[in-house]
T-cell receptor, first 113, second 115 residues
Framework: NAGVMQNPRHLVRRRGQEARLRCSPMKGHSHVYWYRQLPEEGLKFMVYLQKENIIDESGMPKERFSAEFPKEGPSILRIQQVVRGDSAAYFC????WGFGEQFFGPGTRLTVL | GESVGLHLPTLSVQEGDNSIINCAYSNSASDYFIWYKQESGKGPQFIIDIRSNMDKRQGQRVTVLLNKTVKHLSLQIAATQPGDSAVYFCAEITGNNNAGNMLTFGGGTRLMVKP
């Protein structure tokens, strides 16, 4: 049973480009969470999605950031017109129900030049 | 001993000793807590959880203690091993029933095990 998969593991973008981060939850999990982590800090919640629905996006910047979890395929976190401050590790977690333990993927490390 | 530097607080222990990592949480309404271990370059890994109706829970070599009066969690690791070296985060559930359970993470403690 594969764990949470994220790709790419490392992503380099120049300022102004778009970044697309993908997350495939564990099999049977319909709840997905995205978190951002800066070096030497804890993870900060960004958005919570259930299949085809955004449940809570209170931690996601209003501009340039969007997330989706389509009926088929992985969840996507999209960052448009990236800036240097977007450089961070982005983690996806999934759970089979909307409470309790969340299982984390290995993360995508985004570097904006 | 425990120290607070410019970055993550670090706890250095001798291999075989017991480790105690502390965490203060913020929301008195939180009812579920998790300890995660994060190794360099990896995602957080679940260690142990506890609900607010309990004050102690034990796992294999780990024990979590919850003191709701002072909003304090601790993680005890028995017979610490080099493989325990990592950053440890406590996390609390702060979402409401309609929004689900987003995790709010504490600042983390780096555990270094000396052979």
């Amino acid at each position: 049973n594969a764990g949470v998969m994220q790709n790419p593991r490392h992503l380099v973008r120049r300022r102004g480009q778009e970044a697309r981060l993908r997350c495939s939850p564990m099999k049977g999990h319909s709840h997905v969470y995205w978190y951002r982590q800066l070096p030497e800090e804890g993870l900060k919640f960004m958005v919570y999605l259930q299949k085809e629905n955004i449940i809570d996006e209170s931690g996601m910047p209003k501009e340039r950031f969007s997330a989706e979890f389509p009926k088929e395929g992985p969840s996507i976190l999209r960052i448009q017109q990236v800036v240097r401050g977007d450089s961070a590790a982005y983690f996806c977690a999934s759970s089979p129900w909307g409470f309790g333990e969340q299982f984390f993927g290995p993360g995508t490390r985004l570097t904006v030049l | 001993g425990e120290s607070v530097g410019l970055h993550l607080p670090t706890l250095s222990v001798q291999e075989g000793d017991n480790s105690i990592i502390n965490c203060a949480y913020s929301n008195s309404a939180s009812d579920y807590f998790i300890w995660y271990k994060q190794e360099s370059g990896k995602g957080p890994q679940f260690i142990i959880d506890i609900r607010s109706n309990m004050d102690k829970r034990q796992g294999q070599r780990v024990t979590v203690l919850l003191n709701k009066t002072v909003k304090h969690l601790s993680l005890q690791i028995a017979a610490t091993q080099p493989g325990d070296s990592a950053v440890y985060f406590c996390a609390e559930i702060t979402g409401n029933n309609n929004a689900g359970n987003m995790l709010t993470f504490g600042g983390g403690t780096r555990l270094m095990v000396k052979p």
